[in-house]
């Protein structure tokens, strides 16, 4: 069973653009605004689509931009966070799948099947959009990502403690308070060699998340609804940190979950692992993604 620490640490983890917004299907409302960034390379270029996790924002992938520049990207402010409108609505996975799917219906290339790259919260986005969309998913990357893995027998002592312990969590989030709930949860989440620029970015913008957004989005995050086991069967990356409290046998509960799975575990990196050691992580990537379109 993934140990309630990991889950606990990770549940609230220039060049020219064409930068625009892009209207959200109505899934998630006409009204809502969803900014993102596009850096157009070519119509044939595959397109990978940058998503970010709780309280943060796409200036997260800043290593990213030029590492990749032979591919179409695409970087979005989830609805809630960044740029993007933040509405009273239900901060529900589907929620945050859907404004995606109407950034990437309203591109101005060709997108065809794209390659997901979420980051904590966005993993789990990235996951419910392959099982609302899957014929849109080439290949998901999955960076120190949040699961919420109930153990199997809910009559047990294990599964009250766990779900009394992320229910527990999750509410911490809905209060006056909030900014300082951010604020100590950031501070979570460094590494024991975490630069202190990472840590800024950090502390510079996810207590500036809404307790609407936070509390939703964290309710809505545990709902024992998203985790019923499911498997991805996409070409998947999985990168994570022991820093973050994973359980001794998380690489064999990441197999369960996805069918074609390349795993690497650092051992004491922060929780943004694309920014503390970008340089690795987008090498990782590249060898990642030749190897995808080698396969075609």
């Known amino acids: 069973m993934k140990s309630i620490k990991n889950t606990l640490l990770l549940l609230a983890a220039t060049l020219v653009w064409a930068c625009h917004p ?5 899934e998630a409302t ?7 960034e596009e850096q157009v390379c070519g119509k044939d270029a595959p397109t990978i689509v940058f998503i970010h996790g709780l309280g943060c924002d796409l200036n997260t992938w800043k290593y990213q931009r030029e ?3 032979d591919y179409n ?10 740029q993007s409108a933040k509405p009273e609505v239900d901060y529900t996975l ?4 859907s404004a995606i799917h109407g950034v990437l219906a309203g591109l101005s290339w060709e997108a065809g099947k794209v390659i997901l790259v979420g980051h904590s919260l966005g993993s789990a986005i990235c996951r419910q959009y392959v099982f609302n969309y899957p014929d849109e998913v080439a290949a998901l990357v999955d960076i120190d ?5 109930y153990p199997q027998d809910t009559t047990s002592c294990d599964y009250a403690d766990y779900t009394a312990a992320v229910e527990g969590f999750s509410s911490s989030f809905d209060t006056d308070s909030i900014r300082a709930v951010f604020q100590g949860f950031v501070s979570s989440l460094a590494g024991p060699e975490t630069p202190q620029e990472v840590n800024d970015y950090a502390m510079s913008v996810m207590p500036n998340t809404s307790r609407h957004v936070a509390a ?10 998203n985790w019923t086991g499911a498997v991805i069967n996409r070409p998947s990356l999985i990168i994570c940190t022991q820093n973050s409290g994973l359980a001794p046998d998380n690489r064999q509960q990441m197999e369960a979950l996805y069918s074609c799975l390349q795993y690497e575990e650092l051992l004491t990196c922060g929780h943004f692992i694309h ?22």
């Not at 892009?22 to 109505?26: F, I, R, V, W």
């Not at 006409?30 to 993102?36: I, K, L, Q, S």
């Not at 987008?282 to 379109?293: A, G, K, P, S, V």
Request: glycine letters at 4%.
């Open 94 to 97: 589907d929620y945050y799948a």
């Open 30 to 36: 006409n009204a809502d605004f969803v900014y993102h």
């Open 67 to 69: 590492a990749f520049k």
């Open 275 to 296: 920014m503390e050691r970008a340089e690795w992580f987008n090498e990782i990537l590249h060898q990642f993604l030749i190897r995808l379109q080698n396969e075609r």
């Open 145 to 149: 990502g949040v699961y919420c893995l």
């Open 22 to 26: 892009a209207k959200t299907t109505n």
């Open 73 to 82: 990207l695409v970087f979005v402010d989830l609805p809630g966070f960044g």
């Open 216 to 225: 939703s989005t964290m309710k809505n995050l545990i709902n024992k609804e």
